[in-house]
């Protein structure tokens, strides 16, 4: 009997061929890694051109002055709008600027060198608001309000000169949720942060493109483009506790109840005056029963807030 032989693939056959190479686990998570990345550059790019286009930020001939603190929010703010300029259908210009308000321990290389290195317009304007500040305020007060209204005008003026239309801050969700219940529980108004306003001396627009993007965002996104970040604790200014209190609150919301804080930022865009008590913001003096059956309108007797689906109930989670 002759005997059959199996013939097998080249590769095999010969040692000289080295066989495919296998993935370790370290290439698989280092691709993982880059996948989330890219995913993360994806959503901030997506939330901040929703939001531009929701409340018409940038317009077309638009020269935009992004102001750069150093700080994680300014430089992903700057960093995805080179970006959306790269792709928007419209043209609009972008200057950063800093303004180095010569706080101890500055490092006023820092700023020059990255931008620079990006190839993008950039101002420093150079004021020292830090000793007018320690000059007025005394030792152990809070600084944060004067030093803010001193950093505003002078930015005003920057944007008057270096002929910028819109002003944009990198305020994030989480700022803007931390405002409202700063503003309810200790200045007794509703209240938040704009994404668009006028600024107070009614020359200036000024955006919060990031509004949209939650702090984890920006926090992550920071680490992964390695941003050169500048402390904010420069001047040795405690940080404003109450917003501290309100920062962890908020945390503590979400990880027990996951949804509660999108639906808060959710229900700043869904106002139903008629529904509050603000006499200047609804004519409740001059409202009258016309007869006429209004869908939309209250149910005269219904106590419970939210409607519960024809189903069932939804189980509450205990406080």
């Known amino acids: ?124 304007e150079n004021q020292d608001t830090y000793s007018i500040v320690k000059r007025l305020i005394p030792e152990g007060k809070t600084t944060c309000s004067l030093c803010s209204r001193l950093r505003r005008g002078i930015l005003y003026r920057v944007a008057d000169e270096l002929g910028c239309t819109k002003i944009a801050l990198g305020h994030h969700r989480d700022d803007i949720l931390e405002t409202f219940f700063l503003n309810m529980f200790f200045g007794a108004k509703i209240k938040g942060m704009p994404a668009k306003l006028v600024s107070d001396d009614g020359k200036h627009v000024v955006i919060r493109p990031l509004a949209y993007v939650k702090e984890a965002d920006t926090e992550r996104y920071a680490e992964v483009k390695q941003f050169p970040i500048i402390p904010c604790d420069l001047c040795g200014s405690q940080e404003n506790l109450q917003r501290k209190q309100i920062k962890a609150m908020l945390r503590d919301w979400e990880k027990k109840h996951p949804g509660r804080v999108e639906n808060i930022f959710s229900s700043l865009s869904t106002v139903v005056p008629s529904h509050l008590m603000d006499r200047d913001m609804f004519g409740f003096a001059d409202l009258k029963a016309d007869g006429v059956a209004n869908p939309a309108g209250d149910i005269a007797f219904d106590e419970e807030p939210c409607g519960v689906p024809a189903t069932g109930t939804i189980p509450l989670q205990p406080l």
Do not use: W
């Open 1 to 124: 009997m002759n005997e059959v032989t199996m013939a097998r693939p080249a590769d095999v056959l010969d040692p000289a061929v080295p066989a495919p190479a296998v993935p370790d686990a370290a290439d698989k998570k280092a691709d993982k890694q880059a996948y989330e990345n890219n995913k993360l550059h994806k959503r901030l790019c997506r939330l901040v051109g929703q939001a531009i286009g929701d409340f018409n930020m940038i317009e077309d001939g638009d020269k935009v002055m992004v102001c750069l603190s150093g700080g994680k929010d300014s430089y992903a703010l700057l960093d995805i709008l080179m970006t959306l300029r790269e792709r928007a259908p419209i043209h609009f210009d972008i200057v950063a600027v800093n303004l180095d308000q010569k706080q101890p321990n500055f490092p006023p290389e820092v700023l020059p060198a990255y931008l620079t290195k990006l190839d993008i317009p950039f101002h420093i």
